[in-house]
């Protein structure tokens, strides 16, 4: 006899049933009522055989793949990975009650068979020299990890400063003569040295650090440059010491909100320092680093023909390259260098006065020393002059600067020399000297201001005016004292 309607209705949510389509946003004819149902005898009787067993045994599965406290008394399980680890073998086991306990009647029946006492004994100590090992192999491996990165952060400071690999052994060395003074009173001393001595910091091993944290850089500034959606490029040429010819190749970029301004490569120009030669270098600077040339939007250069020339510049060839124009700008500190010689032409003759003095003392091995322990042994600021380079902007400036710091020694050594120079007793000289001495002073120190990471063209601008100010409050004071 089938069950009445209301019964039927009781045992309906107990059976599992797709949803309707309108559920699952699709589109189709609409869900049959259940008075539309062909039978209810059909809904019923499945509803009565097998959603409690199909529950029951769902239940007995999940509380079978867990993991039970139990099993490590008994049969030597640990918790890992989801699994049950055997810590007598180290093989895993599928958290089943029947799979933990077969593995261990089968794979260690010898323990198996001990007295209940016996066996517990044993897997007491095998878990006890289970949790001893991982203990020993995770401390090893902290202690691996951190002399690792000491040795990188020292390898790191070797770099910046420039010096040789080598010293990483020195410094070791250095660190552990020192140890037993430093660390006396420390409870630990004996695994601080014991840390200190284990540090990898060989050449080889430095100049591994070095080379990998290079890489890394230089990886991490292509993928920037990659993601990159347009650049503002400044290109400076310059000569390094053994009068070879460099060119600086430095993009501005944005990385999300943040602006990054990176050196992207420092060139040789052993061909030439012409357009095309400046054009070829950039273009393998970009090769190398995989940037696309065509996303530079600006250019900064120091206005050169070589580089703003109309016909061969630099410019011309990066725009038909690229095919659209470019926003071109004369760097300001250029300007800036340009002015403040130009209008310092009058300090040529005091210039010359100076070099020439200052390369006697400086060019020859024994005035050198003779002048040096002069300087030391009145106990003057400096221990000696600095040599003119035109090539450097600042360098007029701090030869003016030390020199006049000098100038006393300077008039006694000449004196004591027998070198004439009319000049060091000439009152109109030495005010000239002094004005110029302040003068290139006050651009030193205007140029340092416009040079740094992160300047803008309005903090640029703001340095200028304020440098023009101060100039004309100087040409007020000069009038006021009646000079």
């Known amino acids: 006899m089938l069950p009445d309607l209301p019964r039927c209705s009781r045992t309906l949510p107990t059976a599992p049933r797709p949803l309707p ?4 946003h699709q589109s189709g004819p609409a869900a049959p ?3 539309d149902l062909p039978a209810v ?4 009787t499945p509803s009565l055989e097998h959603p409690k067993m199909r ?3 769902k239940t007995r599965t999940d509380s079978g793949r867990s993991f039970r406290e139990a099993w490590t008394e008994s049969f030597g399980m640990i918790e890992h990975n989801g699994k049950a680890l055997c810590t007598l073998c180290n093989e895993s086991v599928v958290c089943r009650t029947s799979s933990v306990r077969r593995h261990f009647d089968t794979k260690h029946k010898n323990v198996a068979e001990l007295a209940t006492t016996e066996r517990k004994e044993v897997l007491e100590e095998k878990l006890r020299k289970y949790h001893s090992q991982s203990l020993s192999v995770s401390s090893y491996l902290s202690r691996t990890n951190h002399l690792t990165a000491a040795s990188f952060q020292i390898s790191l400071c070797i770099a910046k400063h420039g010096k040789p690999l080598s010293d990483g052994d020195t410094i070791k060395t250095a660190m552990l003569s020192e140890c037993n003074s430093l660390f006396h009173d420390f409870p630990n001393r004996d695994k601080i040295i014991q840390h200190i001595s284990e540090m990898p910091l060989s050449r080889n091993t430095v100049k591994d650090r070095v080379q990998r944290m290079a890489s890394d850089v230089s990886q991490q500034l292509t993928t920037d440059l990659q993601k990159a959606t347009c650049y503002s490029m400044c290109l400076d040429e310059s000569t390094d010491i053994n009068n070879h010819t460099k060119l600086a190749v430095i993009l501005r970029y944005a990385v999300g909100d943040i602006m990054r301004e990176e050196l992207v490569k420092v060139a040789s120009l052993s061909e030439g320092t012409q357009g095309i030669d400046i054009y070829n270098a950039v273009m393998e600077a970009f090769l190398s680093q995989d940037i696309r040339p065509e996303k530079v939007v600006s250019i900064t250069s120091d206005g050169t023909p070589s580089m703003v020339g109309a016909t061969s510049g630099f410019i011309q060839f990066f725009v038909k390259e690229i095919k659209h124009q470019v926003i071109q700008f004369h760097c300001i500190i250029h300007q800036e260098a340009l002015y403040a010689r130009e209008s310092s032409k009058k300090i040529d003759d005091v210039l010359k006065d100076v070099t020439k003095m200052v390369n006697y003392i400086m060019a020859c091995a024994l005035n050198f020393r003779q002048f040096k322990a ?8 400096h221990n000696c002059l600095l040599m003119y380079s035109n090539v450097q902007w600042l360098s007029r400036g701090q030869v003016l600067e030390r020199f006049v710091a000098c100038l006393d020694e300077i008039r006694l050594f000449m004196n004591e020399k027998g070198q004439k120079y009319p000049q060091l007793t000439d009152m109109t000289w030495l005010t000239n000297l002094m004005f110029f001495t ?3 002073v006050h651009f030193n120190v205007l140029n340092k ?3 740094g990471v992160g300047k803008t063209a309005e903090m640029m601008f703001c340095d200028i005016k304020t440098f023009e100010r101060k100039l004309q409050v100087f040409g007020r004071i000069k009038i006021w004292m009646g000079c």
């Open 21 to 24: 389509l309108a559920c699952c």
């Open 33 to 35: 009522a259940i008075t």
């Open 41 to 44: 005898a059909e809904i019923v």
């Open 55 to 57: 529950a029951a045994k």
């Open 374 to 381: 002069l300087l030391e042994e009145v106990q003057a600021q």
């Open 438 to 440: 302040d003068f290139t």
């Open 449 to 451: 201001q416009l040079q």
